[in-house]
């Protein structure tokens, strides 16, 4: 049999849990207390200003087409690197897809 014996900071995020759980605590107050991010951009996200200058060469060049299109001439011709997924979005989010 294996004991594990909880750590403090273990036990005090267990008692917060148990506070959410019973209603005493709000998932915000709950999320502040053992110290999670709530509503704050993922450290993964690319940077506006990389956005911004990707979105300026589709405008530019390959406005009329289509993500998969924009996405293989961006790799090619200008050496820049986004995921398909995240252009889509992108053209999506400015109404150029």
């Not at 294996?2 to 209603?23: F, Q, T």
């Not at 704050?40 to 990707?54: E, F, G, I």
């Not at 530019?60 to 252009?87: C, M, Q, W």
């Amino acid at each position: 049999m294996v004991l594990h014996i909880m750590s403090d900071k273990e036990l005090s995020r267990l008692e917060v849990l148990r506070d959410l759980s019973a209603g005493r605590l709000t998932v915000s107050a709950a999320a502040e207390l053992i110290g999670l991010k709530r509503g704050q951009p993922s450290n993964r996200k690319t940077p506006h200003d990389v956005r911004l200058a990707v979105m300026d060469v589709v405008r530019a060049n390959y406005a009329v087409f289509g993500p998969t299109f924009a996405f293989e001439k961006l790799h090619e011709l200008h050496d820049i690197s986004v995921s398909r997924e995240t252009l889509r979005a992108w053209m999506v989010e400015d109404g150029l897809w």
